[in-house]
């Protein structure tokens, strides 16, 4: 959305608001961060948080890094 000089930047959101392209109802997902997929573990996946199994290629936060901690189905998974 841009404003072009001398434009009414009210008329100018409004335009924009009342178009299918605004769409409200999509502000929460796209804004939102990955969480770690372990149940019950409510960690926000950031990039110093991050850690990908090796095994099973799941990216889970760094008190569930070990193979036990996220339920790794381990290499023999991937590999069949």
């Known amino acids: 959305m841009s ?5 009414d930047p009210n ?5 924009h608001y009342s178009s299918t392209d605004c769409d409200p109802a ?9 969480k ?9 996946l950031t990039t110093i948080n991050t850690y990908t199994c090796k095994a099973c ?3 889970v936060c760094l008190k569930h890094r070990l193979e036990g901690d996220h339920k790794c189905p381990g290499k023999s998974v991937l590999e069949k």
């Open 26 to 34: 999509n502000y929460a997902r796209v804004k939102q961060k990955k």
């Open 36 to 44: 770690c997929p372990v149940q019950g573990c409510r960690e926000k």
């Open 3 to 7: 404003i072009i000089a001398g434009e």
């Open 57 to 59: 290629c799941q990216a």
């Open 11 to 15: 008329l100018v959101f409004e335009r």
